[in-house]
């Protein structure tokens, strides 16, 4: 979803590789595609996001999320490039009650957010890298909440969905965007980008089928009802007012960024 979202907005100053075109899992791959391209600018957004997955398959998830990072940050070393690392609110343990700044101690919960922070620790083998964290993506180029939702209210009148973890919905545009600009205000270190304002899942539930004029009762349950393998932080909200300091980019409210995503889906697909 980012990765496209990226190319399209950087339009020829940006080239695209996916899965057949390296792999990041070896440094011989990441070392031969780097080398062979010479970027100025390595934007990482290959990840293995499966929350849930990682907690059974710890291996992968470091592989990807973490040790594939450090691969790339030597190669963006060796040939002089920022490395931009995408990663996410899932090394917070969501137990701070107020939003998260880019200082607050990591505290990952799960798999995942582990693998997630070792990969922010191995961008640091890259002398010119930026960190940033994001959270609750959604996006036109693959599967996210949001579809999800549209699915399955069309095939039912009432869902459950969980009203106690509370953070920002991200539209992979506005993220794009806020990389762009963190890039061309020659920012690095660690940043928070996400859409503005804050809900539940519950919430934002209710705003997709309000957005979509779908009539379904969405009922509230917990996190703990939910009894999903991986933990998941409670509140997790993201703090982005560094960005909007030193960018001067100040991404959309998540209820303005949902209408211009659902305007841009096809009209007859909810």
């Keep these: ?32 595609v780097i080398g062979d391209l010479k970027p100025e600018v390595v934007i990482n957004c290959a990840a293995y996001t499966d929350v849930d997955g990682c907690e059974s398959n ?19 070393r060796d040939c002089g490039a920022l490395l931009v690392q995408v990663s996410t609110d899932y090394v917070f343990d969501g137990g701070k009650g107020t939003p998260y700044v880019e200082d607050d101690a990591p ?7 582990e693998s997630k922070l070792v990969g922010e620790m191995n961008a640091a083998f890259c002398p010119d890298y930026l960190i940033v964290r994001t959270q609750w993506l959604y996006g036109l180029h693959g599967k996210n ?20 973890q509370i953070g920002s919905p991200t539209w ?23 859409n503005s304002d804050y809900c539940s899942w519950n919430g934002f539930a209710k705003a997709i089928f309000e957005e979509a004029g779908l009539s379904v009762t969405v009922k509230p349950m917990t996190t ?8 998941r932080p409670l509140y997790s909200t ?10 001067g980019f100040q991404p959309q409210t998540w209820r303005n960024a949902l209408q211009a995503y659902l305007k841009l889906r096809a009209p007859n697909t909810f």
Excluded: W
């Design 58 to 76: 710890i291996e992968t998830a470091m592989a990807v999320n973490g040790e594939g990072v450090g691969y790339l940050a030597m190669a963006c």
């Design 224 to 231: 703990t009802e939910l009894n999903r393998p991986a933990k």
């Design 172 to 194: 992979t545009v506005d993220l794009a965007q806020a990389i762009i600009a963190l890039v061309e205000s020659g920012c690095r270190g660690i940043y928070h980008a996400a």
């Design 1 to 32: 979803m980012l990765g496209r979202d990226l190319i399209a907005l950087l339009g020829d100053r940006g080239h695209g590789v996916d899965i057949a075109d390296i792999d990041i899992t070896s440094p011989e791959s990441v070392m031969k």
């Design 238 to 247: 993201l703090d982005c007012s560094k960005l909007a300091g030193d960018t």
């Design 107 to 113: 505290c990952p919960l799960s798999v995942y957010g």
């Design 145 to 164: 909440f949001v579809e999800t939702m549209l699915r399955l209210g069309s095939e039912k009148d009432e869902l459950s969905v969980v009203d106690d």
